[in-house]
């Protein structure tokens, strides 16, 4: 994340293990984090077998 965007940055990582899912949210700021938690509900899809979500790792921050 570059240095002057980590104010709303974040890196998202989803992975699958022996002992389950793992969801991490990384930020600096409660913003980052707010921005990162919308990305994490967004990924979720729900199916017959209830939610699922894909194996990430990102990571964003604003553009301007």
Known sequence: IPAGRLSQGYLLSVTRGQLGTRLLVHATTAQGAY?????LCQLLAR?????????VFLGDWPGL
């Open 35 to 39: 921005f990162g938690m919308l990305t």
């Open 47 to 55: 199916t017959p077998e209830g939610l699922v979500m894909p194996a």
